[in-house]
């Protein structure tokens, strides 16, 4: 059984802070990672992946993989109001389509 | 990327109906994912349905309850039979596909129907 394992939160943080998401994974064999982001009511938007261990930006947000510890983080810089929503973490191992997604962190951004 | 569309957006049935949710995707896909998403819970893959072949559906899940068609490749139904209160949920349609930013596939989802039981 493939877990992906995720803090419910909420995680709530100043506008303008760093927002810390971590997901750990089971099965030492996965090779791609990808982080959404869901909004209430509506449904799940990509907004990083990362496949290789160490650090992968793009504009406020960076994706960290380390497969020896079995963890992916994303780090939200600036965080604004508007990054207020689930943050769902999937884990997909090789030569398969079908990701496993873990129950997702509530992030708050307060003004 | 891929558009993906779904109809109902949301719904309220009566138990024991049965309620065919579509999808329809603005390019053509060799698999299309049927997910459930029960409230403050991740999402729960229902069955991969690939054209011209049965569904394929994961543990828990059977095709009596929810049968699924896929007649083409840009199109797929999936029906949510003898409904009970358990039932209700968010229903979400997902392909993958390539982005314009890579080579990669990542995987889209359409906008869910949201059931509701009574």
């Known amino acids: 059984q493939k877990e992906v394992e995720q803090n419910s939160g909420p995680l709530s943080v100043p506008e303008g802070a760093i927002a810390s998401l971590n997901c750990t994974y089971s099965d030492r064999g996965s090779q791609s990672f990808f982080w959404y982001r869901q909004y209430s009511g509506k449904s799940p938007e990509l907004i990083m992946f990362i496949y290789s261990n160490g650090d992968k930006e793009d504009g406020r947000f960076t994706a960290q993989l380390n497969k020896a510890s079995q963890y992916v983080s994303l780090l939200i810089r600036d965080s604004q109001p508007s990054d207020s929503a689930t943050y769902l973490c999937a884990v997909r191992g090789g030569g398969s389509y079908i990701p496993t997604f873990g129950r997702g962190t509530s992030l708050i951004v307060h003004p | 990327s891929a558009v993906i569309s779904q109809k109902p957006s949301r719904d309220i049935c009566q138990r024991g109906t049965s309620l065919t949710i579509q999808c329809q995707v603005d390019?053509?896909?060799?698999?299309m994912f049927w997910y459930r998403q029960q409230p403050g819970q991740s999402l729960t893959l229902i069955a991969t349905?690939?054209?011209?072949?049965?569904?394929?559906?994961e543990s828990g899940f059977v095709i009596d309850k929810f049968p699924i068609s896929r007649p083409n490749l840009t199109f797929s139904t999936l029906t949510v039979s003898n409904m009970s209160p358990e039932d209700s949920s968010i229903y979400l349609c997902?392909?993958?596909?390539?982005?314009?930013?890579?080579?990669?596939?990542?995987?889209?989802f359409g906008p869910g129907t949201r059931l509701t039981v009574l």
């Open positions: 390019s053509q896909v060799t698999m």
């Open positions: 349905a690939n054209q011209g072949s049965e569904a394929t559906y």
């Open positions: 997902s392909v993958w596909g390539a982005t314009s930013a890579s080579s990669t596939d990542t995987q889209y």
